[in-house]
């Protein structure tokens, strides 16, 4: 019997309004394991119509911001009470190994905490004038928030979203991905045992459908959306009808760059980490490997070994560092980047397709750069990696793509890290580390990989109406009489 989960609109977990489902398939058994309910027209509405309703007569926007703090401090201390469900469910719905897993259900907890203090902390500005006049900012929540989310974290890419559309006083209607519609549920449920109103936060399943027909709607203050450039293209041209404010958290290409000088253990693993955690399916990954000439040899020898050592199979099995694709539908994808390299001028130098949905650590080399593997987002266990001189080459290659999410620089030399991290065109820059955030930091992406930042006081920017306040003090100081 498979399990079941349904839309959460105004407190209750639901069908949807026409009984219609779809199957969510586990991908390492490639067997149906659940059913979610299919969002149309009626549970779009109901949504919306209930986060409206929280937003214009309900106590959120307007509660104490302490109180709210208590209210979401509890959430995330109740997530991690169930870490182990949480992370369950991803696991089932997108094969991610069950400890990477739980380091999300961590992650996605603190998300929810720091913006419950953050809103606390977060401090206004005031503007004296000299003129007998004063102005000062009003930070007031937008109003009703869709949030629509991606397969490859789940939990943690919703919670990245959710806690400061919450934390500032929003409501927020929740489109999970298709392929991934169980660890949503038990986070809304969550919030409503911790005390967050219904209708606060909802939860509408569906495909692409049904988050277009949720980006469409009139009824909406905010979106902010994590997926694909070409779907944040469409997300976009939508939210322009209404004029609605966007935040596109979009695709990547990463440059991961090492020097002569580098630390070869700690890079080695650290690029390791980069393309093989979450089998590749990371947005930060760094897929394009950049290698000064002098260690080019021996950080491939060694990268290689580390690849190759990680230990493939059944995402729930203890000890399993890399499990399968999250989908037949994306496996499609990357095996057909995989079969193709040859006939694009490369050679696959370990790795290649597995059994059932495993495409194995993949690295690649001799590829022309103009070869679709080089240039596209791959999204899965797939490097490309290339040999530099000079500092301004590996920029000049590194900058040579329509995405600028992140990059990644190896080097002991502290000049050179500097210098290189600001010629980089890219939202996030990691110096001899990857995937560490501070909360607080902008996080977005430039070019192809997004429009906007979040993080700390960037999402009090999108997630808030900022107002000015301007006051007379006096009327008898000259300046400003009407
Ligand atoms: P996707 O764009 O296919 O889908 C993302 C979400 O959008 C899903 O919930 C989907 O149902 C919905 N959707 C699809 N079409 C829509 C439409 N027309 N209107 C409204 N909603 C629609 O992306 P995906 O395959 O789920 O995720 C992988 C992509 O996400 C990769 O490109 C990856 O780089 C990117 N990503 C980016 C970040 C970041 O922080 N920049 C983080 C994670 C993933």
């Known amino acids: 019997m498979s399990e079941f989960f349904g839309h959460l609109i105004d407190g209750r977990e639901v069908e949807s309004v026409d009984g219609r489902r779809f199957d969510s398939m586990n991908p390492y058994t490639q067997q149906t394991w659940a059913q979610a309910a299919w969002g149309g027209q009626a549970d779009v509405d109901a949504a919306l119509d ?27 201390e109740a997530m991690m009470d169930h870490a182990h469900d949480l992370a369950r469910l991803d696991t089932m719905d997108m094969g991610k190994p069950t400890p990477q897993a739980l380091v999300d259900v961590e992650r996605s907890a603190w998300n929810i905490r720091f913006f419950a203090d953050h809103q606390v902390m977060a401090t206004g500005e005031a503007y004296p004038m000299g003129s007998g006049h004063h102005a000062y900012s009003l930070y007031q929540p937008a109003g009703v928030v869709v949030a629509i989310a991606p397969w490859n974290f789940p939990l943690m890419m919703e919670s990245w979203k959710v806690a400061p559309a919450l934390a500032w006083g929003n409501t927020v209607v929740l489109k999970p991905s298709e392929f991934t519609p169980a660890s949503a549920v038990l986070f809304a449920k969550l919030a409503l045992e911790a005390g967050i109103p219904a209708g606060v936060f909802n939860v509408v399943q569906g495909y692409g459908e049904t988050g277009a027909l949720l980006t469409a709607d009139p009824r909406v203050d905010r979106i902010t959306f994590t997926g694909e450039s070409t779907t944040g293209k469409a997300i976009q041209a939508a939210a322009s009808k209404n004029l609605v404010p966007v935040s596109l958290e979009l695709g990547g290409k990463g440059a ?5 000088d580098a630390d070869l253990d700690n890079a080695t693993d650290w690029a390791v980490q980069a393309i093989f955690r979450n089998a590749g399916q990371v947005c930060l990954a760094g897929s394009r490997l950049f290698l000064q000439r002098g260690i080019y040899d021996q950080f491939l020898a060694t990268f290689q070994a580390k690849a190759e050592a990680l230990r493939i199979g059944d995402p729930m099995a203890p000890g399993v560092d890399f499990g399968p694709l999250s989908s037949d539908v994306h496996y499609a994808k990357v095996s057909g980047f995989v079969n193709s390299v040859e006939a694009e001028g490369g050679r696959i130098l370990t790795g290649g397709l597995g059994e ?41 290659l590194a900058n040579d793509t329509q995405y600028g999410l992140n990059a990644m620089v190896f080097t002991e030399n502290l000049s050179r890290a500097h210098r290189v991290s600001a010629r980089l065109r890219a939202g996030t820059v990691w110096v001899n580390c990857f995937f560490i955030r501070d909360l607080r930091a902008p996080f977005g992406g430039v070019g192809a990989s997004g429009i906007g930042r979040e993080g700390g006081n960037f999402s009090r920017e999108f997630f808030t109406e900022p107002k000015a306040v301007v006051m007379q003090i006096t009327r008898d100081s000259g300046g400003g009489r009407p």
């Open 50 to 76: 209930a986060a409206r309703r929280a937003f214009d007569s309900g106590p959120w926007p307007h509660m104490d911001p302490q109180e709210r703090q208590k209210v979401l401090r509890r959430f995330s």
């Open 256 to 260: 991961n760059i090492v020097f002569d």
């Open 356 to 396: 059932g949905l495993f495409v194995k650590p993949t690295i690649i080399v001799d590829l022309p750069l103009t070869a679709s593997q080089y240039c596209k987002e791959i999204f899965g266990p797939v490097v490309v990696v290339n040999a530099f001189d000079t500092e301004d080459e590996v920029v000049h």
